[in-house]
């Protein structure tokens, strides 16, 4: 009577201790997908602000004007970034 209770909880623990193993390696994973993520994500950040300054330059020169083919695609890009520094925002907060 006594090995079967012992057999039943050995084999209880062998479960309980699978479910935590396969737990805890899911766990290790999703944690280095998150890591990667924040890199990415950081690094995109650096990007919009980078091209942020840039265009910020570029529009206090007033090289492009809005008649010819150059200055709307300025504004599309303005548009863009304008689209982007909302995202970036969005991801500080």
């Known amino acids: 009577m006594d090995s079967i209770i012992i057999n039943i909880m050995l084999w209880v623990l062998t479960i ?11 766990n290790i994973k999703l944690e280095r997908m998150v890591l990667e993520r924040e890199e990415t994500l950081q690094l995109l ?6 091209s942020d300054k840039i265009l910020i ?12 083919e150059i200055g709307y695609f300025f504004k599309t890009v303005k548009a863009i970034q304008s689209t982007l520094n909302e995202f970036a925002a969005k991801d500080k907060s």
Not at 58 to 68: M, N, V
């Open 16 to 26: 309980i201790g699978y479910v935590i193993y396969n737990l805890y390696s899911k």
């Open 45 to 50: 950040s650096n990007i919009i602000n980078e």
């Open 57 to 68: 330059d570029l529009d206090t020169i007033g090289a492009f004007k809005s008649d010819d």
